[in-house]
């Protein structure tokens, strides 16, 4: 059951982290722009996700939203078998809120290099975006790596939020556990023992990475 709910656990922090760093990493940029109404729309982003609690956002994701989606829609939502119909809300829920701090690592990343490095691109002929493909971000994500290597852990920590809707990921597996078999300290210690071993590997994962770039 441990590994069954650490196999959830998993499954749903990598896919929320893709959507964090994409989404992240495309705010971030938006908040560097020279462009005062792509600065506001991206500082909106992260005040909104920022500022409410996740436990509150895994509510409005899993109960509110097919309530505003299209009837047809949100019928198909309600109606998904589990566990997919706690998974989908769980993964947008983590990977919306983990950006908003994904961008703002970005966004320090970017504005921590000399100005004279967007500068030097612009005078060798490149756009914007291609200042930023080629110039910007590959140098600002090799500054950035220590703190979004935290991030990554505080998704798999995080995805134990997912119990309050139903989710049975590894918190929620030793829950069910203990209610079972009364063996309370031994089903959370087990779930303990899990999230520090998958977390050691991440960072270990990330300290190779961190080297080769």
């Given at each position: 059951l441990l590994l069954f709910g650490a196999g959830w656990t998993l499954a749903t922090a990598l896919l929320a982290w893709a959507i964090a760093l994409t989404v992240g990493a495309i705010v971030g940029v938006i908040r560097t722009s020279p462009n005062?109404?792509?600065?506001?729309l991206g500082n909106a982003y992260v005040e909104l996700f920022r500022n409410i609690p996740l436990l509150v956002q895994m509510f409005l994701w899993y109960f509110v939203l097919p309530e505003l989606l299209p009837r047809g829609l949100g019928?198909?939502?309600?109606?998904?078998?589990?566990?997919?119909?706690?998974?989908?809300p769980a993964v947008l829920c983590l990977g919306f809120f983990t950006?908003?701090?994904?961008?703002?690592?970005?966004?320090?990343?970017?504005q921590s290099l000399p100005r004279g490095q967007g500068m030097a691109g612009?005078?060798?002929?490149?756009?914007?975006?291609?200042?930023?493909?080629y110039?910007?971000?590959?140098?600002?994500f090799r500054i950035v790596l220590p703190p979004l290597t935290s991030e990554f852990m505080n998704v798999i920590k995080n995805s134990s939020v997912a119990l309050t809707i139903g989710l049975?990921?590894?918190?929620?597996?030793?829950r069910s556990m203990q209610e079972f078999s009364f063996q309370v300290f031994e089903a959370f210690t087990a779930a303990t023992t899990i999230y520090i071993l998958v977390n050691v590997i991440v960072v270990f994962g990330m300290r190779v990475l961190e080297r080769r770039v």
């Open positions: 005062p109404w792509l600065v506001r019928t198909w939502i309600k109606q998904m078998p589990p566990p997919w119909g706690a998974y989908i950006a908003a701090r994904v961008a703002e690592q970005v966004k320090a990343g970017i612009t005078a060798l002929g490149l756009t914007l975006p291609q200042t930023y493909r110039v910007l971000l590959p140098m600002a049975v990921e590894l918190t929620a597996a030793a």
